[in-house]
């Protein structure tokens, strides 16, 4: 698949110098990371490209390149593509337009899935995983990237889940339709984490149905309350990938502000 045209985002595959360096300059401009600390290289890309893996750039109509997306294919193979960076600008569509780009570079390839790992923190980008693309997390990674120092995630551990975008499913088809699933929630589900002037409360995660809340804004609540910050991402990390690790999925995210997990059997 060459490009597409999605909102008035025109996204296609990149292959020369120049563009990998201008993405390259899009994503400082994005994380501000030390040096030697960028997500990925020029070269990097180069050598993806090359060989085949998913090398993006989205393109606003006035020509200026509005975000990018780098990925590999993985295991299992043949059926996995997995996305290692997106950056985007906010507000403009452009993060949908690539995913929807990505989706449709994957099933022109026979692939059935897309992974990416993001921060289970963040509430906009697992309202957007969730419920506008229809992924779900599928694995809790505690501190999978180890200590990071760019202007988005500095002072905080890098707790990841890993989204599985299964691309041919219904709930995924609706969703990139316009037309996502909320997920059930029955009138007995627990309030395994809440929240409370700011600061997470952790209930009882005993029933069948739990739900487990996220902070409005973590990346604002990291400059203006580091130890509230801290304190949600080790509540979410037990609550949340304590679950998980019992087996427990994940079915959505509910009001835009809490994952629901629903116990096996």
Not at 28 to 48: C, H, K, N, S
Not at 204 to 219: C, H, K, T, Y
Not at 249 to 257: D, E
Request: with cysteine; charged share 25%.
């Amino acid at each position: 698949m060459g490009g597409s045209v999605t909102g008035g985002i025109a996204v296609r595959e990149l292959h020369s110098l120049e563009e990998f360096g201008e993405v390259f300059r899009l994503f400082d401009r994005i994380w501000r990371p030390d040096p030697g600390g960028a997500p990925v290289t020029v070269e990097l890309m180069r050598a993806l490209s090359h060989a085949g893996n998913y090398v993006a750039g989205a393109y606003a109509e006035d020509g200026r390149l509005a975000g990018a997306s780098v990925g590999f294919l993985a295991a299992p193979a043949g059926r996995a593509l997995h996305s290692h960076v997106t950056g985007a600008e906010t507000g403009r569509g452009v993060g949908l337009a690539l995913k929807l780009h990505q989706r449709e570079w994957a099933l022109a390839r026979g692939l059935d899935r897309v992974t990416w790992t993001y921060d289970p923190l963040v509430r906009r980008n697992a309202h957007f995983n969730l419920v506008k693309l229809g992924a779900l997390p599928e694995e809790y990674l505690p501190s999978f990237y180890g200590a990071m120092d760019d202007a988005i995630n500095a002072g905080d551990e890098s707790d990841r889940v890993l989204a599985v975008w299964r691309l041919a499913e219904p709930r995924v088809a609706a969703a990139v339709r316009g037309e996502p699933c909320p997920p059930e929630v029955p009138p007995d589900a627990a309030t395994g984490l809440g929240e409370r002037d700011g600061r997470p409360v952790p209930g009882r995660a005993d029933a069948r149905v739990v739900l487990v809340a996220v902070p409005s804004d973590v990346e604002a609540l990291r400059r203006r309350d580091p130890g509230a910050a801290k304190a949600w991402r080790h509540a979410v990390r037990e609550v949340l990938g304590g679950l998980m690790a019992e087996g427990a999925r994940v079915t959505g995210f509910h009001q835009k502000s809490c994952y629901v997990v629903e116990r096996p059997g």
